[in-house]
């Protein structure tokens, strides 16, 4: 079936730690997105990408940086991990021949930083 | 800016029981809107849309109508089950930040048999 994958599902890490957190798609879509989720915060846009070419960030955008390697592909990293980072972190994607932009969901990255 | 508003939980019903959760929004432009419910331990799935006003999504027995005069998009759901337990999510597509979704905080349901 058609997906949204994430890498890896569980990370605990280290304050001062690179972290890179991947996510692939096989639904052909040309749109990705990287997303937090905060308990009570609802979720939160990080960073979104049109095409390989066209990045653009998001609401908290701070802290984090994104390389879209091919049209499957966007990973997110973590210079430098800090505690307030710990989150639910989720991928998505959409198309623009989708009707009202639905997003596809991946199942999320449950990211620790001690 | 564009937002969500959303009614805040925990919702705790009976199984049958009748559940309304409220959600109005802030937006320029006519954007679409979501539902979207997170089942314990799971990522996001979409559960219905409307792209337009007046529009009525609907899916697995859930319904919300697209009121532009109310700015509002209401999920209902006549006779719940245990098994709806999840969080809730309304959201609607910015098209200013390049159509991703702006949620509200969400909405926990608990239904009881």
């Known amino acids: 079936d058609a997906d949204v994958t994430q890498t890896p599902r569980n990370r605990i890490t280290k304050t001062g730690k690179r972290i890179m957190l991947e996510c692939s798609q096989t639904?052909?879509?040309?749109?990705m997105y990287w997303y937090r989720q905060d308990p009570g915060l609802g979720l939160r846009l990080i960073y979104y990408?049109?095409?390989?070419?066209?990045?653009n960030k998001g609401e908290i955008s701070d802290g984090y940086s994104v390389s879209r390697q091919a049209q499957a592909k966007f990973s997110l990293s973590l210079e430098s991990a800090i505690p307030n980072q710990t989150a639910l972190y989720f991928c998505?994607?959409?198309?623009?021949?989708?009707?009202?932009?639905?997003?596809?969901f991946g199942p999320g990255t449950r990211l620790t930083v001690l | 800016g564009n937002s969500v508003t959303q009614m805040e939980g925990p919702v705790t019903l009976s199984e049958e029981a009748f559940l309304t959760i409220n959600c109005t929004y802030t937006?320029?432009?006519?954007?679409?809107l979501f539902w979207y419910v997170q089942y314990p331990g799971e990522g996001l799935q979409l559960l219905l849309k409307?792209?337009?006003?007046?529009d009525k999504g609907s899916n697995k027995g859930f319904e919300a109508t697209y009121r532009k005069e109310t700015t509002s998009f209401h999920l209902e759901k006549g006779s719940v089950q245990v098994s709806d337990s999840a969080v809730y999510f309304c959201?609607?597509?910015?098209?200013?930040?390049?159509?991703?979704?702006?949620f509200g905080k969400g909405t926990t349901l608990s239904v009881s048999s």
């Open positions: 990408s049109f095409d390989v070419k066209d990045i």
């Open positions: 998505a994607t959409s198309d623009r021949q989708i009707p009202g932009h639905e997003q596809f």
């Open positions: 959201a609607l597509s910015d098209r200013q930040a390049g159509t991703a979704l702006i």
């Open positions: 937006a320029t432009g006519y954007p679409s």
């Open positions: 409307a792209t337009k006003a007046d």
């Open positions: 639904k052909g879509h040309d749109r």
